[in-house]
């Protein structure tokens, strides 16, 4: 009988380690997909200045390149905004704007506004 009770104890202790170690590398994987999103909006944006740029000096000959890249951004926005709505660490979440951590029960960033509950 104390053998049975200490082994559900056991495997109890396992599975909440188990479970904690899963959401552990969710959280890890989110952060990691957070932070290439972010990359490639950035770097979106520097295209986009740089076919701003070019247009303003050389004159703009077509919109394609320039509208292309807007489309690419909003695109990656949305990809941004989907993934902070889904991290979150320690209680908090992230603002899809500004990337600042705040309580997961705050419906507004409290750096800069935005809103953070859909």
Do not use: H, W
């Not at 200490?6 to 380690?17: K, P, Y």
């Not at 991290?87 to 960033?109: H, L, M, S, V, W």
């Amino acid at each position: 009988m104390l053998f049975d009770e200490t082994m559900e104890g056991l495997r109890s202790v396992f599975d909440t380690a188990a479970q904690r170690t899963a959401n552990a590398v969710e959280s890890s994987r989110g952060m990691v997909d957070r932070a290439r999103a972010r990359q490639r909006l950035q770097d979106a944006y520097r295209k986009l200045g740089k076919a701003e740029y070019e247009a303003a000096i050389n004159g703009v000959t077509s919109m394609d390149e320039i509208n292309s890249l807007i489309a690419e951004i909003t695109d990656l926005r949305q990809t941004m905004l989907d993934l902070e709505r889904t991290i979150t660490r320690n209680g908090e979440c992230f603002c899809p704007t500004c990337g600042k951590q705040n309580p997961a029960d705050f419906a507004f960033c409290s750096a800069c506004g935005t809103r953070l509950k859909g």
